[in-house]
């Protein structure tokens, strides 16, 4: 009985050992495997230090940018405010030119009419320059210009007619008008004195006539009112007496 029971006894001693080395192997390969982890999560928590450093030195970056930014802001804004400011005076200046040079113009416009002088001094020497513009006459082509026509009707001996500047440039004959004032009432008026223009002066039977409406200023109403009835619109700009017709504008043939 005593053989075996040592023998049983040894058995177990050497299945406790093996069990033995088994877990000193696994403890062996857990202490390894901590001792990587524990070594990575250094190396990670190094890493995240950086990446914390580079954060918070992004975020200095930024906060920089952000100051910059405002105060560019606040420049543009007072730039802004400069150029505010400089557009309102130059519109009062233009504001303040443009009446200066309107009142100008009336009183010019007044003081010629006063002396009958407006369609002869400052009108008429500025048809052939027009006719060019709007009919290509050439600079030698003016075959007639005449101031103040006064003509009696052929027929109708009581009617007379008074036209300020009749000019002929080959086929076709300009009627102009001159006022130093022109309002809106003005332009049909004036048709009416074109649709009667053939009565008076038969011999321009087989001539186109168009028709110019002139004064130093001119109200925008009344250059739109006379394009739609197919007017020249004639004013003074900073040079001369011109067209102030849109570009292309066509006049209708009376």
Known sequence: MMPILQATIEERVTNLEGLMAQLIHVVTRV?????????????????MRGFKDEMLEFKDEMLEFKDEMREFKDEMRGFKDEMLEFKDEMRDF??????SKTEMNKKWGELANKMGTLAEDIVAPSIPRILRLVIEC???GLDSMAVRVRRRHPVERGRMQEFDVVAMCGEYVLINETKSSLYVR???DFIRTLSQTREFFPEYADKKIIGALASLYVDERVVQRAQKKGLLVLGMTDEAMDLLNEPGFEPLIF
């Open 31 to 47: 202490e390894l495997q901590v001792e990587q982890l524990s070594y990575e999560m250094r190396g990670f928590k190094d890493e």
């Open 94 to 99: 233009k504001d303040e030119m443009s009446d």
């Open 138 to 140: 050439p600079n030698d």
């Open 186 to 188: 003005d332009v049909d």
